[in-house]
């Protein structure tokens, strides 16, 4: 696994997505948002549980999603 420097957790320690004050997810968007939390929950699945947490807190969080959000899925798929 190659991990970009500086980054050494899926999620920054202290963040909190749901409290979020960006702008809701276009249509477009949105299904990229989607694809990518599906993307996420089959690599928990075939067992990289170090992104466990941010998956399920992010997959919670996808009714919502904001640019935000989609900011931190792109963060932890460099992560893993």
């Given at each position: 696994?190659?991990?970009r420097?500086?980054?050494?957790?899926?999620?920054?320690?202290g963040?909190?997505?749901?409290?979020?004050?960006?702008?809701?997810?276009?249509?477009?968007?949105?299904?990229?948002?989607?694809?990518?939390?599906?993307?996420?929950?089959?690599?928990?699945?075939?067992?990289?549980?170090?992104?466990?947490?941010?998956?399920?807190?992010?997959?919670?969080?996808?009714?919502?999603?904001?640019?935000?959000?989609?900011?931190?899925?792109?963060?932890?798929?460099?992560?893993?």
């Amino acid at each position: 696994m190659v991990q970009r420097e500086g980054l050494h957790a899926p999620l920054q320690p202290g963040d909190y997505p749901e409290l979020t004050t960006s702008y809701l997810l276009g249509v477009h968007e949105a299904s990229l948002y989607m694809s990518m939390i599906g993307d996420m929950q089959w690599a928990v699945a075939l067992g990289m549980m170090d992104i466990f947490a941010a998956t399920m807190t992010l997959s919670r969080l996808r009714t919502v999603a904001c640019e935000g959000h989609l900011g931190r899925l792109k963060r932890v798929h460099e992560f893993s």
